[in-house]
């Protein structure tokens, strides 16, 4: 079969853009962001880690206000050798694997320990850290797909191929993931990974995240975590106004806790990581019903989310150390520039983490999948005025 000369060109310009095989996806805008919108929403995105960017959605004052982390230049992203999976997809299996090992069937798996003796997103090939092919756009939707290799993680067996479609309605951001591991049972666990600050740093008395509210209806319970925010396989139930309760009462903060002892190091590292990191339970939840809302009086913006998955990981920031500058479309000149520590919240719908060497909490089936089946998730988040 022969190509004409135009046809190669575009294939190469596509795999360079990271575009893959579809000729018929446009190339990104000049400023190499893919973008989707609605009338109450815009959302922008680049093929490296499959991640938002940009999350533009109206204040209280009906302005635009970009709620999500992240940097101007797009090109930065593969660059920083720190960025924390900023608003991107974690893969093939999010979170810890403890101790870097776990079973299918009779044969233990080696992963690589990344993160002290555990494995972090899947070790250092983890997907929120590769570039994705686009293979669907229209201007309210935009696909992303992966395939990956057998082994290309260390420990993780089977030919996987996924895909995840953002798409938004209204003032709905909505995600959809599927996975189908093609030739071998392999464990998948996904997440999409966002950072909010609701008041995009802008708030001049506090760039901290603590003065947000965030109700977890249907979240009593946790999972208890060691010092190195690997769950311990107990199940905790929060009582009401102790720390990591935020089912009690709709109008909780994230730092309404903050006085009390044990909130420097709720989150381990042996008292150094103030805040949160870990897992919470949804349990009870209708169908559709909003399981988790983050809010802000200062920019009057309200985020909801409604999920299939069993759960969250609430991680508030703590290892942001200031270092990273804020996009041009956050902060205040001057005043708030930077992320600095405990400054957004990361709210990421997920399975148990770990769940695959924990039998007792029963979710390996939802978390080891062979070929023939097809791995799915779905979120949103539908954002409004408090
Ligand atoms: C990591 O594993 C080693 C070897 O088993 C052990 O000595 C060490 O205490 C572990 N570290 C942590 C933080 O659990
Ligand atoms: C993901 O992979 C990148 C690139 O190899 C690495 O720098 C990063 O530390 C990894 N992420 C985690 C959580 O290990
Ligand atoms: C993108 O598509 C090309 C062509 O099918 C393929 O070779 C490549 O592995 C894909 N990239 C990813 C990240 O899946
Ligand atoms: C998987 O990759 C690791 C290196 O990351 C290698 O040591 C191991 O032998 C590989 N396993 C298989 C089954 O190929």
Known sequence: MKFSL???VAVAEAAVMGRGPGCDVPPPD???RYTISAPGIKAQFIPYGATLTNLFVKDKNGKDVDVVLG???VEYYPKDPGHPVYNAIPGRY???IGNGHYTIDGVTYETEQNDGNNTLHSGTNNWSYRFWNVTAFSPDSITFSILDASNSSKGMPGRVESSVTYSVKGSTWKIQMTAKSLDQKTPLLLTQHTYFNLDAYRNPSTSKIWDHTLHLPYSKRYLE???GALPTGKILTAAPNSI?????ASDLTVGHARDQPGFEGNCGADGACEGYNGYWLIEGAPKDAVVVTLASKFS???A???TDQPGVVLYSCNWMDGSADLKSTQGIEGVNDKVIRSSCIAIEAQDYPDGINHPEWKRTEAQIWGPGQTYKWESSWTFGLV
């Open 300 to 302: 009057g913006v309200k």
């Open 6 to 8: 135009p046809l190669l």
């Open 30 to 32: 000049k400023d190499g």
């Open 94 to 96: 999010a979170n810890r």
């Open 244 to 248: 990591n309760d935020f089912a009690s």
């Open 304 to 306: 909801e989310l409604r």
């Open 71 to 73: 940097y101007d230049d």
């Open 225 to 227: 975590a060691d010092q």
